[in-house]
């Protein structure tokens, strides 16, 4: 059976589009000579892969308005993947992660490059920069594959607002997944935890995973009122869900799938809402253990197996997915009240309900 994120050959196509828009922001820079050949490099390596559920949520969103398949609107769900490159680039500077889609993080190739090389100066501080220069350019390629998609001008228009608001958005909430990383949650109420882990969800995650490309899609295509704000439910409960599996495969998921070592969520000190139920769940010993080993970069395999254990038996596992199936159920019950949506449009949206929520990476 085809995935969804295959359907129209989507996945096939947003890859042709990366890589002409990276043939042709190679020429742009040819002038300035190979010295920036590392920036390409790493973000033609990080774009080669990923499931492109971004571009598939902003497509579909177009289509569910109505609208027929285009180039254009190719071109347009494509921004989706660069903006996501940048956030995936910056965030890894930020959690000091060491590996991206089984590669090594942006930051640690270009110090590398510059160890290798025998250049002067600190490798890492080399790499940091490089990589947050390497995230920018993706911002910048974004606006432009915006600007110039091909669609309509009065198309683009009604979909930049929920772009503009996107953008901001991450940033901010990438800033507060950086603030509760250093708030204290010692002697905070289980239900205060848990909903500080919610608010990061919902601004640094949900809404750009699903929520906005999918309603740029659709306001671009002329879905308005309460179709729009139905999808808008779908979109928000989708991503939610989204990334509460992606917690769970950070701590429980198999490297050859997730790209990034077992456990690795555990040694960067996630405060994600998996570990907030944690804390309420477990008996004291078993929050000591959280206390004195989440975060510690040097975890080994028997302490991530110990956490894990802790994690399981306090029942968060349990909590974490019965409320993925329950944001799943709400996703479907608001694409089913999207009466004005598309019959081309609506089972793809359905079966990517599924793929959001998959057990798997």
Not at 43 to 62: E, M
Not at 109 to 138: K, Q, Y
Not at 280 to 306: F, I, K, M, Q, Y
Request: charged residues 25%; negative net charge; glycine residues 10%.
């Amino acid at each position: 059976m085809t995935s969804p994120l295959d359907e129209a050959d989507l996945r096939a196509r947003v890859q042709a589009c990366i890589d002409a828009e990276l043939r042709h922001q190679s020429g742009v820079l040819d002038e300035i000579g190979p010295d920036v050949t590392d920036l390409l490099d790493r973000i033609g390596s990080l774009l080669a892969g990923g499931k492109r559920l971004r571009a598939a949520f902003l497509y579909w969103g177009h289509r569910a308005a109505g609208r027929p398949d285009s180039e254009a609107l190719v071109r347009l769900a494509t921004a989706m993947e660069f903006f996501q490159a940048a956030a995936l680039i910056h965030d890894d500077v930020m959690d000091d992660s060491d590996t991206r889609r089984g590669m090594p993080a942006a930051h640690r190739a270009l110090a590398a490059a510059h160890t290798e090389r025998g250049w002067g100066g600190d490798d890492e501080r080399f790499g940091l920069a490089g990589a947050i220069l390497a995230g920018n350019l993706c911002l910048s390629w974004t606006d432009e594959l915006v600007a110039t998609s091909g669609l309509p001008v009065e198309d683009v228009a009604r979909g930049r607002e929920v772009f503009d608001r996107m953008r901001t958005q991450l940033m901010a909430g990438q800033f507060l997944d950086v603030v509760d990383s250093v708030r204290p949650w010692d002697g905070l109420p289980a239900q205060e935890r848990v909903a500080r882990a919610q608010r990061v969800i919902r601004y640094k995650s949900a809404k750009y995973t699903v929520e906005h490309p999918l309603l740029i899609g659709a306001a671009s295509g002329g879905l308005a009122g309460d179709d729009l704000a139905h999808l808008s439910s779908y979109g928000l409960d989708l991503g939610h869900a989204f990334q509460l599996r992606d917690d769970l495969l950070g701590v429980f998921g198999d490297p050859e799938s997730t790209g990034k070592p077992a456990g690795d969520d555990l040694r960067e000190g996630k405060r994600t809402v998996l570990i907030a139920h944690t804390l309420s769940g477990t008996d004291d010993a078993g929050r000591e253990l959280l206390r004195s080993h989440l975060g510690r970069a040097d975890l080994d395999t028997t302490a991530v197996d110990a956490l894990r254990a802790v994690i399981t038996d306090s029942g968060a596992v349990d909590a974490v997915e019965d409320e993925i199936t329950a944001l799943a159920t709400r996703a479907r019950t608001s694409l089913a009240a999207a009466t004005g949506v598309s019959p081309d449009a609506r089972p793809v949206l359905d079966a990517l309900i599924d793929v959001s929520t998959a057990r798997t990476a």
